[in-house]
C-alpha cells in the first residue's frame, strides 16, 4: 500500500522566514546523518521519514558522505523518495552538501570546483532528483581560493541543480567574504549550518549577530549534543544509542558526570514546563530568532513524534531562562 501524507500535517507545524529570503523551512527539520545508512533498518527509516511529513516537516536534510558508508543515506533516501513521495516533490525541502572526504584520490575532498559539481551530480543520481533544494559548502577549504568555491556553488545554482546555496561551519570574517564574493556573482547564500546546543555555544560569540546582520537564516545540527540532552544517557548507555554504536560519533567517553549532573537539572525545569529534556533543549535553541529550524536526528518514531511537538510550548520566561543558564556554567 502507498504512503498518503496526512492532510492535517501543515497545521502541525511552525514554518520559518530563512533570513530575509522567500524560502521558509520548519521550526523542526530531520537530519539523515545518523539512522539511514545501510547498517540501520530500512524500515524504521522509513516510517521516520514517513512521520516527519505527516507532522509538517518537509525539510530533510543530507551530504555526499552520510551513512555508513559513505553515500548511503542518500541512496537510501533516494529509493524512498522514488518509491512514496516523489508525488510530493514540490513540498519538499531537500538538501545535500560536500566538502568532507567521498572518494580516493585528490578530487574527492574539500572545495574545489572539480569536487563539489562531481559531487553534487553523484548526489543527484543516488537520490533520484534533477534538483536539491539547498546545497552546502559542508566546511570552509583553507587552501582552494575561496572565489573557486563560491564560483561552484554559482554555476550549480545557475544548472538548476540547486535552487539555493548554504554554508557549514564558516566563521563570520568568513561569511563576509562569502557574500561579498557571492553578490558579485549575483547568487545569494541564504543558510549557514553551525552546530549549536546548551553544551556547545560557540555560535553565540558573533556567529548569530553576523548572520542576523547579513539576513542569514541559520539551521542548527547536533541541537540534542548526539542525545546527551535526550536524558536517555542517565542511567547508563542503552543499547542502540549513538554511543553504543562503533560507528557513531558519540563515544562514551564523552558522557561525563558534570553532563549527567547538568541534564538532571534541567529535567527539573523541563517537568515545571511540562516537556521533556528533549524538547526543552530545543526550544531553547529556537528562542532565538535569527535560528530558523533545528536539525534533528532520530532513530524511531517515538522520537520523531516528541520532537516536533517541541513546537507547543517554545516561550520561556526570565526566571527559567537564568535557572538554564546557573545550570549550564
Known amino acids: 500500500m502507498s504512503y498518503k501524507a496526512d492532510k492535517s500535517r501543515y497545521d502541525k507545524m511552525i514554518f520559518r522566514r530563512c533570513g530575509s529570503s522567500g524560502l521558509k523551512l520548519p521550526a523542526v527539520s530531520l537530519g539523515l546523518w ?7 533498518d530500512q524500515e524504521i527509516a522509513k516510517k521516520i521519514i514517513f512521520k516527519a511529513f505527516d507532522l509538517g516537516i518537509t525539510h530533510f536534510d543530507l551530504a555526499n558522505n552520510y551513512g555508513p558508508p559513505p553515500g548511503s543515506a542518500e ?6 523518495f522514488k518509491a512514496d513521495l516523489k508525488k510530493y516533490r514540490d513540498e519538499l525541502i531537500i538538501s545535500t552538501k560536500a566538502g568532507y572526504t567521498m572518494w580516493d584520490g585528490p578530487y574527492g575532498d574539500w572545495g574545489s570546483r572539480k569536487y563539489l559539481i562531481a559531487s553534487l551530480d553523484q548526489s543527484l543520481k543516488r537520490m533520484g532528483l534533477d534538483y536539491v533544494d539547498i546545497f552546502y559548502h559542508h566546511r ?16 550549480i545554482v545557475r544548472q538548476g541543480k540547486a535552487l539555493y546555496i548554504g554554508i557549514s561551519k564558516y566563521s563570520p570574517v568568513q561569511i563576509d567574504a562569502v557574500l561579498k564574493i557571492l553578490k558579485e556573482l549575483g547568487t545569494p547564500c541564504i543558510i549557514h549550518q553551525p552546530s549549536y546546543n546548551m553544551f556547545n555555544r560557540q555560535i553565540e560569540n558573533g556567529l548569530l549577530d553576523k548572520l542576523k546582520e547579513k539576513g542569514m537564516g541559520c539551521i ?16 547508563g ?30 529535567g527539573q525545569i523541563a517537568e515545571q514546563r511540562d516537556q521533556s529534556i528533549s524538547q526543552l533543549a ?48
Open 34 to 40: 545518523h539512522n539511514f545508512g545501510n547498517v540501520d
Open 282 to 329: 530545543l526550544a531553547w535553541i529556537l528562542r532565538h530568532e535569527t535560528i530558523t529550524s533545528v536539525l534533528v536526528g532520530a532513530s524511531s518514531v517515538k522520537q520523531i513524534k516528541e520532537n516536533a511537538a517541541v513546537i507547543n510550548n517554545l516561550s520561556f520566561s526570565k526566571e527559567e531562562l537564568d535557572k538554564i543558564e546557573e545550570i549550564l556554567k
Open 140 to 155: 570552509p577549504d583553507p587552501e582552494t581560493p575561496l572565489e573557486e568555491t563560491m564560483g561552484a556553488l554559482d554555476h
Open 220 to 235: 542548527t545540527f547536533s541541537p540534542l549534543a548526539q542525545g546527551m540532552l535526550s536524558g536517555k544517557y542517565l542511567k
Open 75 to 80: 541512496s537510501n533516501f533516494g529509493k524512498i
Open 237 to 266: 548507555i542503552p543499547k542502540g544509542s549513538r554511543a553504543s554504536k562503533p560507528h557513531g560519533f558519540l563515544k562514551p567517553e564523552q558522557i561525563i558526570e558534570d553532563k549527567i549532573r547538568k541534564v538532571k537539572l534541567l
